[in-house]
């Protein structure tokens, strides 16, 4: 199978949707496929196998992210030259409409996963002053309803894509990640002494995005509650972003410096070596769509207090891997009752770790990418509009063989060792 991906984000740009698309990129390859990534440039990127560069300029109100220029020619002679069999949209703008396109003259099936919540980060564009909600509903819909089939890495992200009125089947579709391997004892406690972390400090962990939507402040303004609790606590904040200079101000201003560590960009091959040397991991943001910092954190073995979402919840009713809230406030007695049955919770994730692992996720895409590209092949031709034939008779989506035979009794999607 020859698969496009197109995204406006990937590495070095540090992202959830990066992590996401690699993991894609590496599983997919791992079996056998060929991935191919059309991607912006990026002034610190460097050449890579079957990653496609093309000029951008910084988004003018993110300027972390980039915005492509492409030429639509180009990038559609190198489509027909690999032979493409299905393209997976990542992004509603530059490179996603050219992924659009691409599907849309190639005659091939148009995957799309919407990643981001973006009436979470209205404030980044002139304060929430120039895009409204209205604006975000009317561009999801025009984008999503091109596809012929939208993935959502969560029930709850579905739940507001139907809201949207998007017409087009929605997939609830979580990303995986690769299982790490146990990192040696010695190169964790050099990790925790190179950031004055004593070995009988309890360290809490957050790696994000340093940025508004995160709620890190709530996490820094209840810590003095935490540590009258637990005095050998420590918080360690992994990341950057625009709001780290305001949170470190906070730290000084509650005489946290010593209590509080700062570790500014970690590369993704390290965060392992993180999520291993500590005791609990935090996040207190109420934006994920799925938050694969939580998985991540799960497949090594560190229990989670979270805020409480519908995909945390469903994997919480597979096993108990902490502490889901329903308030912010309730944030310092969870990190007491996980200190507290700390061995509990991290015998009891054995469950969970296949379900949230990147093999489960390539079984269910694969399937997913099969079945659309042998729909496509049986449908007839349509030189007006693509997706004619997959239409909002879809009520709802379940899981792959088993919404084909729901909706499509006839449709019999064979497995790859078949």
Not at 184 to 193: I, P, T
Request: glycine content about 4%; overall charge negative; aromatic content about 12%.
């Amino acid at each position: 199978m020859n698969i496009a991906i197109f995204t406006d984000t990937y590495f070095p740009q540090v992202s959830g949707v990066a992590t996401s698309i690699q993991t894609l990129k590496e599983t997919f390859e791992d079996n056998g496929h060929q991935v191919y990534i059309f991607t912006t440039s990026d002034p610190k990127a460097e050449i890579e196998d079957h990653v496609f560069r093309y000029e951008s300029v910084p988004f003018l109100f993110f300027k972390d992210r980039r915005v492509a220029i492409p030429s639509f020619a180009s990038i559609y002679r190198k489509c027909k030259e690999l032979e493409i069999d299905i393209v997976h949209s990542q992004t509603e703008f530059s490179m996603g409409l050219m992924g659009v396109s691409v599907a849309r003259y190639m005659r091939i099936p148009l995957v799309h996963t919407y990643h981001t919540w973006y009436e979470k980060y209205l404030h980044y564009i002139l304060n929430g002053k120039l895009i409204s909600r209205k604006t975000v509903v009317h561009l999801s819909k025009l984008f999503c309803d091109q596809a012929d089939l939208v993935i959502s890495p969560s029930g709850q992200m579905k739940d507001v894509l139907r809201d949207y009125q998007i017409q087009k089947p929605i997939h609830v579709l979580a990303t995986g990640v690769k299982l790490p391997k146990k990192i040696d004892q010695d190169v964790l406690n050099k990790f925790r002494q190179s950031w004055g972390i004593a070995q009988d400090e309890y360290l809490l962990l957050s790696i994000n995005r340093i940025a508004e939507e995160k709620n890190l402040i709530a996490i820094i303004e209840q810590f003095p509650q935490v540590l009258a609790d637990i005095p050998n606590a420590k918080l360690l904040l992994a990341g950057d972003g625009p709001q780290l200079k305001e949170l470190k101000a906070l730290t000084a201003e509650l005489n946290l410096t010593d209590k509080v560590v700062f570790t500014g960009f970690v590369a993704h091959d390290q965060v392992n070596v993180l999520y291993q040397a500590a005791d609990v991991y935090v996040n207190l943001s109420t934006s994920e769509t799925q938050g694969l910092t939580f998985i991540e954190a799960i497949t090594n073995h560190l229990p989670v207090i979270a805020m409480k979402t519908p995909y945390l919840a469903a994997l919480e009713d597979i096993a108990t891997f902490g502490h889901l809230l329903t308030e912010v406030t309730d944030f310092p007695q969870s990190v007491k009752a996980i200190a507290a049955t700390q061995s509990t919770l991290i015998e009891g994730l054995a469950p969970l770790i296949y379900h949230v692992s990147a093999d489960a996720f390539y079984e269910d895409l694969y399937h997913i990418y099969q079945y659309m590209i042998e729909l496509q092949s049986e449908k007839p031709r349509n030189l007006i509009g693509r997706s004619v034939y997959l239409s909002s008779s879809f009520a709802e989506l379940h899981k792959p063989l088993k919404w084909t035979s729901k909706y499509f009794p006839s449709f019999y999607i064979r497995r790859k060792d078949e």
